[in-house]
C-alpha cells in the first residue's frame, strides 16, 4: 500500500540544515499502463538508462559497476521500479494525462521532471517557482529536528552531464517528513530557491522543493553510492569570476565542476557525498560542527591546519561536517586542529549562512585525538622587554570566574608574564547591560587579581573610557582597549590630558618624541573610527628608553560577502574602513618618527586583516612599520581559525629603531632580528575548548647597548 502525505511550508528558519537522498522505485502514474518499446530501440539502450552513470559515482564503483563485477548489472538497480522510471525518462513509457502533453491539467505542472531537470546547469534552479510532478528518487537523509525539518531525496539514475545535480532538499518546515531513509518516492512540490541569511546577504541559494506531496513505493532501497571528495575531485582553483552584465554574479553561468571547486560543489547539491580519512581544520564549535580537508596536502600549518595566506587561495578542500545523527545516540566529536576524522563520514551535502558547503553526517568517521598541546613562550631575558596583545573577547565581570582564571594563566604560564599587556575587547562593569555605564575598574581589577593568585606580576592598569555606545562592539559592552603593566620591570608615564574625545599629540622633549598625553586616544574624533574602538597609545620607560605602544582594535569584516559568495569575487566592504584606520595610526606612527626618528614604536592588537591586506599595507606605508608576522616561518603565521582556515588577524609591528637588521634566515617557530623576538602562542583558536577566540601574541626587545 502506498502513503501519500501533504505537507504545508511553514516559516523558514534563519538558521537551517538539509538532508536528502533518492532512488527509484514505480511510479504511481505508470502503474498498470503499457511499456512500448519501438522495434528499432535495441536492448543496450535501455541497458545504458538502467545503469547509472560513472561521474557520480565513486572511483570502485567505476571500476567495478553495481555489483562488484564488471559489466554485470545489479538486481538492486534493475527492477520493475527502474525499468519504469528509466523508460519514463527516456520517453518509451506513455501515460494518459487529465490536459495538454508533459501536464496535468488541474494544476499546471511539469510531468516526466527528474531531479537533475529542476537543478538545472547554474546555481538556479529552470522550473523555479513550477510545480513539478512525480518526481522519482530515493530519500537518502531525514533531518528530524529544528524549524527546518525536512528530507532529501536523490535518483540513482544520473543524466551524464556533471554540471547536474542528481538530488534536492524536501522542505516540511518544523513537521517531520513521514519517510524513512532507503524509501522509494513520488515527490510532487513546488520548485523555490532559499537563500540562507537572506538574499542580501550575498551567499548561494539552495534548490529546494516546498509545499510537498509525496507517495512511497518502497522500502529498503540501496542508496546511490556517495561521491568522494578528495584532491582528485575538487579543483584547486576556488570560484569563477562574474562575466559582464551579470552584476557581479555568478548564478547564471554554467556550472564548470572540473575546473571550479565551487562549482564542485553546488554540481553536488543535496546529494550524496564522503570523505576519508580527513585531518580537521577547524575545531569543533559550540554548535557542533567543525572543518576538515579533503586535501591532506595543500598548505597545511605547523600544528595540523590550513593556511590563508592570499585572496587567491582560501583552500577550495576545506568542507564543513554536521551530523544528523541523534546526539543521544552518537555524540558529536570534541574535536582539535590537527585531529582526524578517521573511516569515512558521508551524507548530503548543504549549503548555509555559517560557512557555506556543509556535509551533514549520517556516517561519522572515528575521532582520532592527535594530541595537539598549547604552547608556552619563552621568559623574557632581564634586559628584554617583553610586550603582549591578547583579545580576551568580551570580558566583563558578568563571565564566569573560570574564564578570568583561565586568562590569567595563560598571561602567567603561556606568555611568560609579559611586562606590557595590549588588551582588545575590554567590557564596562556590567557588561552588555546597555544602562549607560562606561566604567571598566571592575572588569580589570577582577583580572589583574586573578593574575597575581595565579602567581603572576601584580599587573596596573591605563585605559580611558569610551563614550557610551560609540565604540562598536555588543550592544551596552563599551568595549575598548587597555593596557597592564608590570610595574617592577617598566614604568607607565602618566600625562594628563587623555579622553574620551580629547586627541594625543607628539612633541619634542629635550631632543625626544613625547605624548602630550598619556593614555590618550589616537585622533578620536576621525570617521574612521566611527562605532570602532579608537586607539590607545600609551607612553613608557624601560631601562632609559622611551617606548610608545599604541593598542588598537580596528573595525571588524561584519558585512563582508564570504568566500562562498554567489558574487565573485566576493566584495570587500569592511575594507574601506579599516583602510582609513591604518592611515591615521600610519599618520600619527609618522608624526612620533618626525619628533624622533630613532623613536622605538610599537603598533599592536587586533587588526581584524591580513598580512597581505591593503589596510596592512596602508599601516607599513613608508616603511615607517614591520610587521612582525611577516618575520615568521610560512607555516606559523596565524593566530585565529575561521570556517577551517588558519589566518592573522592580529599583529605587533616595530618601528625601524627597534628592529635593528635581520640576522639570516628565521627559524624555528619564532622570528628572530638582531634586536626583536617574536611569538604567537597557540592556545586557543585550535581548541573546541578556548578562553578566547584568538591567540596571543608576544614581542621580546633588547635595547641599544
Known amino acids: 500500500m502506498s502513503l501519500t502525505t501533504d505537507v504545508l511550508t511553514p516559516e523558514i528558519d534563519a538558521r537551517r540544515s538539509r538532508c536528502g537522498g533518492g532512488t527509484g522505485g514505480i511510479p504511481a502514474s505508470a502503474r498498470g499502463h503499457r511499456l512500448l518499446f519501438p522495434f528499432s530501440t535495441p536492448h543496450t539502450s535501455l541497458r545504458r538508462l538502467l545503469v547509472p552513470s560513472s561521474r557520480h559515482l565513486s572511483s570502485r564503483a567505476r571500476r567495478t559497476g553495481p555489483t562488484g563485477r564488471t559489466g554485470r548489472i545489479s538486481s538492486a538497480y534493475v527492477t520493475t521500479g527502474t525499468l519504469v522510471a528509466a523508460a519514463l525518462a527516456a520517453g518509451l513509457l506513455t501515460a494518459p494525462t487529465a490536459g495538454a502533453a508533459g501536464t496535468t491539467g488541474a494544476t499546471g505542472a511539469d510531468a516526466g521532471v527528474r531531479i537533475h531537470d529542476i537543478q538545472g546547469t547554474t546555481r538556479v534552479s529552470p522550473l523555479a517557482g513550477k510545480q513539478v510532478t512525480e518526481v522519482p528518487g530515493v530519500v537518502t537523509a531525514v533531518r528530524a529536528f529544528g524549524s527546518a525539518r525536512g528530507f532529501w531525496f536523490q535518483d540513482p539514475h544520473p543524466d551524464r552531464d556533471a554540471a547536474t545535480s542528481e538530488a534536492v532538499f524536501v522542505f516540511t518546515g518544523a513537521t517531520t517528513p513521514s519517510v524513512t531513509v532507503g524509501d522509494a518516492v513520488l515527490v510532487s512540490a513546488t520548485v523555490s530557491e532559499y537563500y540562507p541569511g537572506g538574499e ?59 575546473r571550479y571547486a565551487l562549482d564542485r560543489f553546488e554540481s553536488l547539491e543535496g546529494m ?284 571588524s569584516k561584519g558585512g563582508d560577502q564570504g568566500v562562498d559568495s554567489r558574487f565573485q569575487p566576493p566584495a570587500r566592504t569592511s575594507e574601506v574602513q579599516r583602510g582609513k584606520q591604518a592611515a591615521v595610526v600610519n599618520a600619527f606612527v609618522k608624526r612620533i618618527l618626525a619628533a624622533d626618528r630613532k623613536a622605538n614604536v610599537i603598533v599592536a592588537g587586533d587588526l581584524n586583516d591580513y598580512q597581505f591586506s591593503p589596510a596592512l599595507r596602508a599601516l607599513t606605508s613608508g616603511e615607517v612599520l614591520t610587521d612582525q608576522v611577516g618575520l615568521l616561518p610560512a607555516k ?27 640576522s639570516g634566515k628565521a627559524g624555528g617557530k619564532a622570528s628572530r632580528t638582531g634586536r626583536t623576538d617574536y611569538d604567537i602562542v597557540h592556545i586557543n583558536a585550535e581548541f573546541a575548548d578556548q578562553a578566547s577566540d584568538h591567540d596571543p601574541q608576544v614581542l621580546r626587545w633588547a635595547p641599544r647597548g
Open 200 to 258: 542580501a546577504a550575498g551567499l548561494q541559494s539552495v534548490t529546494q522543493l516546498t509545499k510537498a506531496t509525496w507517495t512511497v513505493t518502497s522500502s529498503g532501497n540501496a542508496l546511490p553510492a556517495a561521491v568522494e571528495l578528495n584532491a582528485r575531485t575538487l579543483p584547486t582553483r576556488y570560484a569563477p569570476t562574474s562575466r559582464d552584465g551579470h552584476d557581479g554574479s555568478i548564478e547564471k553561468l554554467r556550472l564548470n565542476p572540473n
Open 272 to 555: 550524496r557525498v564522503s570523505v576519508k580519512d580527513a585531518p580537521v581544520t577547524g575545531a569543533t564549535s559550540s554548535h557542533k560542527d567543525l572543518w576538515v580537508t579533503a586535501d591532506p596536502r595543500h598548505h597545511r600549518t605547523a600544528r595540523g591546519g590550513v593556511l590563508y595566506s592570499s585572496y587567491a587561495d582560501p583552500n577550495a578542500a576545506r568542507v564543513k561536517i554536521s551530523s544528523l545523527i541523534p546526539f543521544a545516540q552518537r555524540p558529536f566529536p570534541v574535536a582539535n586542529v590537527g585531529d582526524e576524522l578517521t573511516g569515512t563520514t558521508a551524507g548530503p551535502l548543504d549549503y548555509d549562512n555559517y560557512g557555506g558547503y556543509t556535509l551533514q553526517a549520517t556516517e561519522l568517521g572515528t575521532l582520532t585525538d592527535r594530541g595537539l598541546k598549547r604552547e608556552t613562550t619563552r621568559r623574557q631575558r632581564d634586559g628584554e622587554l617583553a610586550v603582549a596583545t591578547y583579545n580576551v573577547e568580551n570580558l566583563s565581570p558578568k563571565n564566569p570566574q573560570e574564564k578570568f582564571d583561565r586568562l590569567a594563566s595563560a598571561l602567567v604560564t603561556n606568555l611568560a608574564a609579559p611586562d606590557i599587556v595590549a588588551l582588545e575587547e575590554v567590557q564596562d562593569d556590567n557588561g552588555t547591560t546597555n544602562d549607560g555605564t562606561v566604567d571598566a575598574s571592575a572588569t580589570l581589577k577582577k583580572l589583574t587579581d586573578a593574575v597575581a593568585k595565579a602567581g603572576g606580576p601584580r599587573y596596573e592598569w591605563r585605559q580611558i573610557d569610551p563614550v557610551d555606545g560609540k565604540d562598536g562592539g555588543q550592544p551596552g559592552g563599551n568595549i575598548r582597549t587597555a593596557f597592564l603593566f608590570n610595574p617592577a620591570r617598566v614604568s607607565f608615564t602618566d600625562i594628563a590630558g587623555g579622553g574620551s574625545t580629547t586627541p594625543v599629540d607628539v612633541v619634542r622633549d629635550h631632543g625626544r618624541a613625547a605624548l602630550t598625553a598619556s593614555p590618550g586616544r589616537v585622533d578620536p574624533a576621525n570617521a574612521a573610527w566611527e562605532n570602532s574602538r579608537k586607539p590607545l597609545a600609551g607612553q613608557f620607560t624601560f631601562r632609559g628608553e622611551r617606548v610608545f605602544v599604541i593598542a588598537n582594535h580596528f573595525n
Open 636 to 662: 606559523e603565521r596565524y593566530g585565529y581559525v575561521y570556517q577551517g582556515n588558519s589566518q592573522v588577524l592580529d599583529h605587533i609591528l616595530t618601528s625601524p629603531a627597534m628592529n635593528g637588521k635581520v
